[in-house]
Nanobody, 124 residues
Framework: QVQLVESGGGLVQAGGSLRLSCAASGRTSSIYRMGWFRQAPGKEREFVAAITWSSGRTYYADSVKDRFTSSRDNAGNTMYLQMSSLKPEDTAVYYC?????????????????WGQGTQVTVSS
């Protein structure tokens, strides 16, 4: 089992920045890929970004490309999401997830473990 805990959410004005963290514990050696998803009120959860744990290769949704950056600290078993130029439409609960095997990085079903989420609110 892998446990995931997100932190770093909060309230920020449009144009501002936030950095989310996702700390992994447990059988972290089984992690192949980690990802960020978000769910806005009344909407389905959507893919935001992902990172392959060993290589550090990253993937982004078009809506956040060039504004968000995903990174990881293998030694600390922590994944980060640096969010810049935030917009009100980025307001959502942000979840981190971990996958044990290869799969489509943008599909929820390919992830085995999920955190509880952290709220990000961007005011206009």
């Amino acid at each position: 089992q892998v446990q995931l805990v997100e932190s770093g959410g909060g309230l920020v004005q449009a144009g501002g920045s936030l950095r989310l963290s996702c700390a992994a514990s447990g059988r972290t050696s089984s992690i192949y890929r980690m990802g960020w998803f978000r769910q806005a009120p009344g909407k389905e959860r959507e893919f935001v970004a992902a990172i392959t744990w060993s290589s550090g290769r990253t993937y982004y949704a078009d809506s956040v490309k060039d504004r968000f950056t995903s990174s990881r600290d293998n030694a600390g078993n922590t994944m980060y999401l640096q969010m810049s130029s935030l917009k009100p439409e980025d307001t959502a609960v942000y979840y981190c997830a971990a996958a044990r095997s290869l799969g489509m990085h943008s599909l929820e079903g390919t992830y085995d473990y999920w955190g509880q989420g952290t709220q990000v609110t961007v005011s206009s």
